[in-house]
């Protein structure tokens, strides 16, 4: 019986990895942490029986005692509780599917712990990768990739050495609004933008699908997951999702995975690593799929993805600005406070304005990220 932590598991990856856990029957869940859905951490509670279970805010958790007063549970809260659920002694895994950098102590905590992670929060890589890839080295726990692209190319490079691989090529499906121009995408509702064509997830990194951001991201992601420079790491739009990623080695060969667009296939593949697990749904059928076409992505139109080479090239702090000028940006959009351009916009000023510090600790790291915020707020 293997035996799991969820941070994030009220959100889209933490509500499939409890089907994935309710499909095979053989994982124990022994702790959730969810933001604020205190009804849903309820019923999953009463589900999967874990030992630990925590909420952010604390009148949340108290809400959350009375109702499981029934349960035998501890309720936890704030980022002590986090902690304790990353920490939890009888995981051997934690799965961090929380969004933002607030998954970076819990990480670290787990790691610590001896517990591999079963990676969905990819700020925690973006922002300080530079500790988190030694951390996991010295304690001897694996970095196992959810995001589909990563997981990906981390199944490309099965069996193969990685001084072999000459470039990643990390596919983008270009979102919804692949082929518009600036002056049409200025225009661009709350509505529109949660329109993805191919993948159905959470609001914030829908957002960040449709200004290539996410993708931008998943670049600096990859560099310190699979020990690359960022300039060998190419992006190539593939609008119809089925490539998920692909790895070109030293010799000319090409390795991809491929797969119809369901995130349960990374989440599973990541618990049960290295064995593969049947899982029900839909298959590939190239006959009806028909053509695969390729692209290379417009990064005038959108400069979010331009924004995170530079990001990623300058490294240090930088890539802290980028992602908590996004952060800030999205939730102000969703709002319908600020204009769809002016995501961009706010990453760019925010990087411009920005002193960079060298190999950053993680206090250092989340002063980057109030910095930016601050910065922001007296601008816009």
Known sequence: MKKIAILGSTGSIGTQTLEIVEQNGDIQVTALAAGSNVRLLEQQVRRFHPSLACVWEEEKAR????????EPVRV?????????VAAEPQAEILVTAVVGMIGIRPTIAAMKAGK???????????????????????????????????????????????????????????GPFRGWSRERIAGVQVEDALKHPNWTMGRKITIDSSTMVNKGLEVMEARWLFGVDMDQVQVVVQPQSVIHSMVEFTDGAVMAQLGVPDMKLPIQYALYYPHRRYLPGQRLDFAKLGTITFEEPD????????????????????????????????????????????????????????????????????????ETYEYIESRW
């Not at 936890?76 to 304790?84: I, K, P, T, W």
């Open 63 to 70: 809400e959350l005692k009375g109702l499981l007063a029934d």
């Open 76 to 84: 936890v809260s704030g980022m002590e509780g986090l902690l304790e």
């Open 116 to 174: 591999d992670i079963a990676l969905a929060n990819k700020e925690t890589l973006v922002t300080a990768g530079h500790m988190i890839m030694p951390l996991a080295r010295e304690r001897g726990v694996r970095i196992l990739p959810v995001d589909s692209e990563h997981s990906a190319i981390f199944q490309c490079l099965n069996g193969e050495e990685g001084r072999t691989v000459h470039k990643i090529l990390l596919t983008a499906s270009g």
């Open 299 to 370: 990064t005038e139109v959108f400069r979010g993805l331009k924004l995170a080479y530079e990001a990623g090239r300058r490294g240090g702090s930088l890539p802290t600005v980028y992602n908590a000028a996004n952060e800030y940006a999205v939730a102000r959009f969703l709002k319908k406070e600020i204009s769809y351009p002016a995501i961009i916009e706010m990453i760019e000023g925010a990087m411009e304005h920005h002193q960079i510090v060298e190999q950053p600790d993680v206090e250092q790291i989340l002063a980057a990220e109030r």
